[in-house]
């Protein structure tokens, strides 16, 4: 699968931003959101199962992020609002394959993901 991100770029903070994930093909996997700064390590941001969509967030996202899907767009979105200047990462979505029905579990590792997008650029200004 190829993933295309897109929708970074430079906001004030507090802002709404949405990023975009466009998978190829027509497939449905497990997504996640994942951001990085330089000199760290790639965190956890969202996620979102394929079967049933159920959502996950990383601990300091407190509200202020959604992960969705548009299945028949095969795109995922991170939409995120109150945007603070230590949001600003690269963010990269990744994918993983669903392996059956009952595969719901929440997939939170950047290991766990074999498929990534080339990351989008969000710069918070205060």
């Known amino acids: 699968v190829q993933l295309q991100a897109s929708g970074g770029g430079l906001v004030q903070a507090g802002a709404p931003l949405r990023l975009s994930c466009a998978a190829s093909?027509?497939?449905?996997?497990?997504m996640g959101w994942f951001r990085q700064v330089p000199g760290k390590e790639r965190e956890f941001v969202a996620a979102?199962?394929?079967?049933?969509?159920?959502?996950w967030y990383g601990d300091y996202v407190n509200g202020r992020f959604t992960i969705s899907r548009d299945s028949a767009k095969n795109t995922v979105y991170l939409s995120t609002n109150s945007l603070k200047p230590e949001d600003t990462a690269v963010y990269y979505c990744?994918?993983?394959?669903?392996?059956?029905?009952?595969?719901?579990?929440?997939?939170?590792?950047?290991?766990?993901?074999?498929?990534w997008g080339q990351g989008t650029l969000v710069t918070v200004s205060s």
């Open positions: 979102i199962t394929g079967p049933s969509g159920r959502t």
């Open positions: 093909g027509r497939t449905t996997y497990h």
């Open positions: 990744a994918a993983r394959a669903i392996s059956s029905a009952r595969d719901t579990r929440g997939y939170l590792k950047s290991q766990e993901y074999p498929y």
